[in-house]
């Protein structure tokens, strides 16, 4: 798969027209499915208003949004109670898959228990665009720091697609979000590489080529 790892979504034109360059076509003509499962597990945003208006456009991440052709949605908790030939062949047919924040080990524990993440490795060129926990599933853990729904594994692992972790939602000293000061101390105990974001941020990785796309603030964490 290629990947778009966001904060805030497709928040300003350089996100935008890398996400174009992942679709190798203009977003009018691709389809989107869109994962609101991360949402249900974290009390700040599910279930109820906020899952809906990530699921109808209307959140104030730019995701859904932006003008596809189509967009549906996949709900992860639905497909252990599905047979595959239901839900695989659209999953396989759709361009892009539109993935919410919310809690990012809920969103790793149903993407096993659905069966997506043994499917992911077979999915070639599709895009997966993360918001937040959307995009935090990817990396091999997400630190202590942001555990809210633990797993039976009782652990802060997740699916370990690539091999950095993602601090989100960085902001600057005294505004709403999370520091850099926080960060630091959050990268003191992930082990490995990490990367700290704005919402004005994205990590695309291609074929394993990782870079950064960004209008605002952002750091990198070497192991």
Known sequence: MKLLLT?????????RDAL??????????SS???IPTAMYGHPWVGPGTKAWQFISGKS???MVDLGWESVGVLELTALPSLDEERWVPVVRETDVLLVSGGDALYLSHWM??????DLLPTLGEKVWVGLSAGSMVMTPRIGEDFVGWRPPTGDDRTLGIVDFSIFPHLAPDGMPGNSMDEAEQWAAGIVGPAYAM??????????????????GQWRHFPA
Not at 199 to 215: C, M
């Open 7 to 15: 904060s805030g979504g497709v928040t300003n034109t350089s996100i």
């Open 20 to 29: 174009i360059g992942l679709l190798g076509k203009p977003i009018a003509d």
């Open 32 to 34: 989107a499915l869109c």
């Open 60 to 62: 104030e991440n730019p």
């Open 112 to 117: 096993r228990q659905s069966g997506l993440a």
């Open 198 to 215: 704005d919402d004005q941020t994205a990590i695309r990785v291609v074929d394993g080529t990782v870079d950064v796309i960004s209008e």
